[in-house]
């Protein structure tokens, strides 16, 4: 039965980790263009959650019946709330401070995270309390089959998994195939060389926090169908764990934040079915680890860093 079992693990440690993985793309990219840890993205994750509680309903009255419309409409909801508002916090908090010490930008993104925890919990329609997070798509169980020991598990967690690969794919070749994406490789390896080819830095910054941000807004859709329930403090964990992440695999690396994200989903998962505290803690335990013996992450480059 102990590998019977593990299956179920396997798939949940999977939808953990596509999760995590949307949080960590933010983080990574954001690093490896502007070299800032951006500790205010797991609260664009919990922006994109309450952007996506907020339209639901709007978009439920208007397009009655239609469920994968509005789960759709719901989702770029989502993506556009973490997107504008860490386009604004990179406008309005980090490009001033663009050329300063990095630790004014560091002090200033745990400032941006403390300041939008606290001011949406203050809002009156938003409050500081638990929210139960509506059933956007019916929530089906899906039996896995007597080889699998009978294990069942939900479709939110499928279409975790599903949204989260074609998001990744996505970014894939946005980076890989387009102007902007060539334009942000070229940021990445010298911004004075980027700059003297002609492309617009801020632009590029700009578009990376944007497209990061989305990415967070998109996960905390799925953290509140899969787990119903949302409060303004909600990205703290995610948004630490993500970070966690995107050091093990290499941060600064995209394919790394990636291996990253799923290796702590499955790592937190199976610990999880042991002890839940234990489970909680788990990714704590690996950044140690991996900052002990191998600093730069699984995929990350050995390089000298610019200060």
Same mark, same amino acid.
Do not use: C, W
């Given at each position: 039965?102990?590998?019977?079992?593990?299956?179920?693990?396997?798939?949940?440690?999977?939808?953990?980790?596509?999760?995590?993985?949307?949080?960590?793309?933010?983080?990574?990219?954001?690093?490896?263009i502007?070299?800032?840890?951006?500790f205010?993205?797991?609260?664009?994750y919990?922006?994109?959650?309450?952007?996506?509680?907020?339209?639901?309903?709007?978009?439920?009255?208007?397009?009655?019946?239609?469920?994968?419309?509005?789960?759709?409409?719901?989702?770029?909801?989502?993506?556009?709330?973490? !997107?504008?508002?860490? =386009? #604004? @916090?990179?406008?309005?908090?980090? $490009?001033?401070?663009? *050329?300063?010490?990095?630790?004014?930008? %560091?002090?200033?993104?745990?400032?941006?995270?403390?300041?939008?925890?606290?001011?949406?919990?203050?809002?009156?329609?938003?409050?500081?309390?638990?929210?139960?997070?509506?059933?956007?798509?019916?929530?089906?169980?899906?039996?896995?089959?007597?080889?699998?020991?009978?294990?069942?598990?939900?479709?939110?967690?499928?279409?975790?998994?599903?949204?989260?690969?074609?998001?990744?794919?996505?970014?894939?070749?946005?980076?890989?195939?387009?102007?902007?994406?060539?334009?942000?490789?070229?940021?990445?390896?010298?911004?004075?060389?980027?700059?003297?080819?002609?492309?617009?830095?801020?632009?590029?910054?700009?578009?990376?926090?944007?497209?990061?941000?989305?990415?967070? !807004?998109?996960?905390? =859709? #799925? @953290?509140?169908?899969?787990?119903? $329930?949302?409060?303004? *403090?909600?990205?703290?964990q995610?948004? %630490?764990?993500?970070?966690?992440?995107?050091?093990?695999?290499?941060?600064?690396n995209?394919?790394?934040?990636?291996?990253?994200?799923?290796?702590?989903?499955?790592?937190?998962?199976?610990?999880?079915?042991?002890?839940?505290?234990?489970?909680?803690?788990?990714?704590?335990?690996?950044?140690?680890?991996?900052?002990?013996?191998r600093?730069?992450?699984?995929?990350?480059e050995?390089?000298?860093?610019?200060?």
């Amino acid at each position: 039965m102990g590998s019977i079992f593990n299956a179920q693990q396997i798939v949940n440690g999977l939808q953990v980790g596509s999760i995590y993985a949307l949080i960590a793309l933010g983080y990574t990219m954001v690093y490896g263009i502007v070299r800032l840890i951006n500790f205010a993205h797991g609260d664009f994750y919990m922006l994109g959650a309450y952007s996506a509680y907020g339209v639901f309903f709007v978009f439920n009255a208007l397009f009655v019946g239609k469920t994968g419309l509005v789960a759709f409409l719901v989702l770029i909801a989502s993506m556009v709330g973490g !997107g504008i508002v860490a =386009l #604004l @916090a990179n406008q309005l908090a980090y $490009r001033p401070l663009r *050329y300063k010490p990095k630790l004014s930008s %560091l002090i200033t993104a745990i400032g941006v995270s403390l300041f939008l925890e606290y001011f949406f919990s203050a809002l009156p329609m938003v409050g500081p309390s638990y929210r139960s997070f509506p059933d956007i798509i019916p929530r089906v169980n899906i039996d896995l089959g007597k080889a699998l020991g009978n294990a069942t598990i939900s479709n939110y967690v499928l279409i975790d998994i599903l949204v989260a690969a074609v998001l990744m794919i996505g970014l894939t070749l946005l980076v890989k195939k387009t102007t902007l994406g060539k334009a942000m490789r070229a940021v990445s390896q010298d911004k004075d060389a980027a700059r003297l080819m002609g492309i617009d830095i801020e632009k590029v910054i700009a578009f990376t926090f944007l497209i990061g941000g989305s990415f967070a !807004g998109a996960a905390g =859709l #799925l @953290a509140g169908m899969t787990y119903p $329930r949302i409060v303004p *403090y909600m990205g703290i964990q995610p948004g %630490l764990k993500a970070f966690i992440a995107a050091v093990l695999g290499g941060i600064g690396n995209i394919p790394g934040a990636v291996l990253g994200a799923y290796i702590m989903g499955l790592a937190e998962t199976f610990a999880s079915a042991y002890n839940s505290l234990i489970g909680e803690g788990i990714a704590f335990a690996i950044l140690i680890i991996v900052l002990l013996v191998r600093p730069r992450g699984l995929l990350g480059e050995k390089i000298a860093d610019k200060i």
